[in-house]
């Protein structure tokens, strides 16, 4: 009867601890307005290797995208015009892809040219840190802090966004 009890004591323990884990394991992680930007570091395209931390006082746009993604495909164009409108200010947009064969990627990219600056991250090691999931999400980081998240596809050159960004210049 003291062996049963034990053994009753130890499965109630471990179902705790497995209780304990899953509810660690969906707390929310993802990057929150007004918090640091989540570190990390990143080889581009271009060959320049960058972290948040690379660009001062400008405004740093970070879109998470991947090229087999129909909205984050339809929202390169709308990211080209916006870089363009705003790379003499002090705006950089960075565009993060989580594309795993580099061929279809820079295929794609040869096929669409941008003009901001890209990388590929295949493991999705920094939207990971940065929580993001789903694709496409932009974080626009000011000052190494995330002043805004948008969860999914956008229109760069609408009147809201680049009132909101001009206000960060």
């Not at 990057?31 to 400008?58: C, L, M, V, Y």
């Not at 993060?96 to 990388?119: E, G, H, M, R």
């Not at 295949?122 to 929580?131: E, K, R």
Request: glycine residues 6%.
């Amino acid at each position: 009867m003291n062996t049963n009890n034990v053994i009753r004591a130890l499965i109630g323990l471990l179902a705790l601890c497995f209780a304990g884990l899953i509810v660690y394991s969906l707390r929310d992680t993802s990057a929150k307005e007004g918090q640091p930007a989540p570190q990390f570091s990143i080889k581009t395209d271009q060959g320049r290797t960058i972290s948040p931390n690379s660009f001062g006082g400008k405004v740093l746009v970070l879109n998470f995208w991947a090229t087999w993604c129909p909205p984050c495909v339809q929202e390169v164009p709308s990211l080209n015009q916006f870089q363009r409108e705003f790379a003499g200010q002090g705006v950089v947009v960075v565009a993060v892809s989580i594309d795993k064969n580099p061929q279809k990627y820079q295929a794609f990219l040869s096929k669409i040219p941008v003009v901001f600056q890209t990388a590929r991250d295949p493991n999705a090691d920094v939207s990971s840190t940065y929580g993001t999931f789903q694709i496409p999400e932009t974080y626009i980081i000011k000052d190494g802090r995330v002043a805004r998240k948008f969860p999914e596809e956008e229109n760069w050159t609408s009147d809201d966004i680049t009132q909101y960004v001009k206000s960060l210049l």
